[in-house]
């Protein structure tokens, strides 16, 4: 498969459709004089389903890109299609709808609300889709469970550890069933190996669910474990890679 | 509408079933392609949020309380002096006045004790007549006949028999004594001498009864002087009123600032739990909201507190300066009660309105905050 194949699949991925289309998406930062052009015309496809990572050097406008795609930020210019719907176009309304049931958001620092428990963090999103209590309950004990947390669903997030933290917000980004999981840097506050234990869960999560996964990484295992990985650097993408080229471009980053 | 209901339904369903079982990548939910519109949530799910982050950061909760309660304490402490000392006030008048009107008495009659008197009472007691009539039973009279009142000490009789062997006839009361004859009040007096508390009565029965001489009326009153005193009083205390009024309002805007400084801090480290909760589904309003139920519970708890400190303090101060009878005899309860009840009212509101700008500050938080990894 060439690059240019890579840029905008088209084929056998277009029966699933594309979840997200970033069209030349640019963004400026403007603090007072000095303006910084996170992203300078991004344009990426990603399919239904995929799981795709994106790598970067810091800076490079990862989380920026992320902010876009994930309906958190608007672009300066350039068009974000979630489902053929240009989100530029979506009300207040519309996008707190999209980001409570379209998209589960994982954060490098867990972000879990620390006043809440466990449970309550994971039901909190099925409360705002208007879910009633007791089956938010429900539903959220099945995803604790999924997560290996059950027995944890009651204590409160200072009381866990990283690993286990973010396996709640992995549960509380699975609440209302969405279509995308946007993980900035997910592993990025983990040990190695509680690390793998998420992307593994990750690799399921994507089988079992078939939801589309995109993770901004340097974590060298989960790179392999996804199907797409795209480069970006200083605002642009300038590569997209499959994770069996991976071997190669590992020598180029080290 | 209902299609959109039906629409969440299947997520929900497909949700849970993708959860237990293995949904490969074709199911229903995964098609849909329109966006809903987010859905206003229910107040009480704002309410059991606020009251969940009010609990856990307590300190904090309780340091913005305690503004509130010492600036509604102060309002609430104002008031109820204010009460007191008129309370007070009026009582030292009554007695000055029942004082006044005992000396007239014992000039016409001499020493109260072991006389025979007479009262008559229409409609209700004023206060000073009330003084009065304590005063002379006080003084142990050998009989004190009354007519229209019930009162420890004095026996009842009928218009007939009121005068029968009374040396003075006290007429009390607000109301006219229009129905009673004279005539009849005073049969078998000792000695007819008719003292009123009231200027120009009239009574019913025979007209020039006073060209007859038959009995003789004197004035009880002193009424003017009471007005006058009355008006010098309330101007001294609207002086007092004016000179305290600005300290008590500045008293509240420090509060008002304090509290909404207090939750500026809070939206500012809360800026991360906003923006997930943002990133999670929630609409600004629904923020907003947080903010001033949270401000709310805030202000009526520092309220509620502030009144009963603000009731206590003065009138234990009072009590101790006076007497705790007095104080708590001459005290208007449903002025108290309504000074409260305003306080806390006034508490509440400034609390809400002390959370406006904060609140809003953190309805206007962008989701993207949360994604920060840095403070
Ligand atoms: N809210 C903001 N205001 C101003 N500048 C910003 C803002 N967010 C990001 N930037 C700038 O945009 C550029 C891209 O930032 P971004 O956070 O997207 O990088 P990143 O690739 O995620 O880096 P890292 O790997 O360190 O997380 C940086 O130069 C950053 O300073
Ligand atoms: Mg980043």
New binding site residues.
């Given amino acids: 498969m060439s690059n240019s194949d890579l840029f905008a699949a088209e084929g056998a991925a277009d029966k699933h459709g594309y979840v997200i289309r970033a069209v030349d998406v640019k963004k400026v ?1 403007r ?1 007072g004089d000095s303006e ?1 052009h ?1 992203l300078r015309g991004a344009t990426l496809d990603i399919h239904r389903g995929e799981y795709m990572s994106i790598m ?10 992320f902010n876009m795609v994930g309906g958190l930020d608007k672009p300066t210019s350039g068009k974000v299609y979630m489902d053929q719907v240009d989100i530029a176009q979506l009300d207040p309304y519309e996008l707190a709808w999209l980001r409570c049931r379209k998209v589960g958001y994982i954060f490098q620092s867990f972000n879990l609300i620390q006043v809440m428990s466990c449970l309550e963090n994971v039901t909190l999103p099925m409360s705002f889709a208007g879910m009633d209590d007791e089956e938010a309950r429900e539903k959220a004990l099945g995803i604790l469970e999924r997560v290996g947390l059950k027995d944890r669903a009651l204590h409160k997030p200072a009381e866990m550890s990283g690993g286990q933290q973010q396996r709640v917000a992995i549960a509380r980004a699975l609440a209302n069933t969405p279509d995308i999981l946007l993980a ?2 997910p592993t990025g506050n983990l040990d190695l190996r509680t690390g793998e234990e998420i992307i593994n869960l990750f690799s399921q999560l994507r089988k079992e669910l078939g939801v589309t996964i995109i993770t ?1 990484t340097h974590d060298l295992k989960m790179l392999k474990a996804s199907d797409r990985i795209v480069w ?1 650097e200083d605002g642009l993408i300038t590569r997209v890679t499959t994770a069996d080229a991976l071997d190669i471009q590992v020598q180029e980053i080290h | 509408m209902r299609e959109k209901k039906q629409r969440m339904a299947e997520r929900d369903t497909g949700g849970s079933a993708g959860v237990a079982t293995v949904a490969p990548q074709s199911s229903i939910f995964n098609q849909q392609s329109s966006i809903g519109s987010q859905v206003r949530l229910p107040f009480r799910t704002a309410f059991r949020i606020s009251v969940q982050g009010i609990r856990i950061r307590l300190g904090r909760s309780l340091v913005t309380v305690s503004g509130v309660v010492l600036g509604i304490a102060f309002l609430m402490s104002n008031l109820t002096g204010q009460l007191i000392k008129n309370g007070v006030a009026a009582k030292r008048e009554a007695r000055q006045q029942a004082t006044l009107m005992a000396a007239m008495v014992r000039a016409e009659i001499g020493d109260v004790r072991d006389k025979n008197l007479a009262v008559l009472v229409c409609g209700t007691l004023r206060p000073y007549e009330t003084e009065l009539l304590s005063t002379i039973v006080a003084a142990k009279p050998a009989q004190l006949r009354g007519l229209g009142l019930t009162q420890e000490g004095v026996t009842p009789a009928t218009p007939s028999t009121l005068g029968a062997g009374a040396g003075v006839l006290l007429v009390l009361g607000d109301a006219p004594s229009g129905a009673f004859a004279l005539e009849e009040l005073t049969q078998g007096m000792t000695q007819k001498v008719v003292l009123e508390a009231e200027a120009a009565r009239t009574y019913a029965g025979k007209a020039a009864l006073e060209a007859e001489a038959s009995a003789v009326r004197r004035e009880l009153f002193f009424g003017a002087q009471h007005e006058q005193q009355k008006a010098r009083m309330a101007k001294e205390a609207q002086q007092a009123h004016a000179r305290t009024l600005w300290i008590v309002v500045i008293s509240l805007l420090v509060t008002v600032i304090g509290v909404s400084n207090a939750l500026l801090m809070s939206v500012t480290e809360r800026f991360r739990e906003i923006g997930t909760m943002k990133c999670l589904g929630a609409l600004s309003s629904f923020i907003r909201l947080l903010f001033l139920i949270e401000s709310s519970l805030i202000g009526a708890a520092g309220s509620l507190m502030g009144v009963v400190a603000g009731a206590i303090l003065p009138l234990l101060a009072y009590g101790f300066t006076y007497s705790f009878v007095t104080v708590l005899g001459s005290l208007p309860y449903g002025w108290l009660m309504l000074a409260g009840a305003g306080s806390a009212v006034v508490g509440t509101l400034l609390a809400v309105l002390a959370a406006i700008y904060p609140a809003t500050i953190a309805s206007r938080m962008l989701p ?1 905050s949360a994604l920060r ?1 840095t403070v």
């Avoid at chain 1, 970067?56 to 890109?65: E, L, N, R």
């Fill in positions: 930062y603090m910084t996170a970067g050097p810091s800076g490079s406008g990862k989380s920026t890109f900035d840097e901004a970006i | 993207a990894s």
